[in-house]
């Protein structure tokens, strides 16, 4: 079982900045991979990035690539999200989720484990 618990989230400005965090628990072995996903009102959960638990590798949606950064701490069992240059429709609830990826290019989906999400809410 791995447990999974953000933190972060707020009401800014448009330009603006928040670092999410994702304290994880349980194990939480070489195998995983640790996402971020957001779901806006009124839409579907969406593929922000991931992470590698191991090694650190990136996978990014349209979305989150160029104004946001992925990070780890594997000593500490964190995950991070940087948000940059936030805009007005980055408005969401940001959830983290954890899998076992065993094969190549499975790491966009299919997610076990997710925490109850931390909402950001971005202002014109």
């Known amino acids: 079982q791995v447990q999974l618990v953000e933190s972060g989230g707020g009401l800014v400005q448009a330009g603006a900045s928040l670092r999410l965090s994702c304290a994880a628990s349980?194990?939480?072995?070489?195998?995983?991979?640790m996402g971020w996903f957001r779901q806006a009102p009124g839409k579907e959960r969406e593929f922000v990035a991931a992470?590698?638990?191991?090694?650190?590798?990136?996978y990014w949606s349209d979305s989150g690539k160029g104004r946001f950064t992925i990070s780890r701490d594997n000593a500490k069992n964190m995950v991070y999200l940087q948000l940059n240059s936030l805009r007005p429709e980055d408005t969401a609830v940001y959830y983290c989720?954890?899998?076992?990826?065993?094969?190549?290019?499975?790491?966009?989906?299919?997610?076990?484990?997710w925490g109850q999400g931390t909402q950001v809410t971005v202002s014109s």
């Open positions: 989720a954890a899998k076992v990826v065993s094969v190549p290019g499975q790491e966009r989906e299919g997610y076990r484990y």
């Open positions: 349980g194990r939480i072995g070489i195998s995983y991979v």
């Open positions: 992470i590698r638990w191991s090694g650190g590798s990136t």
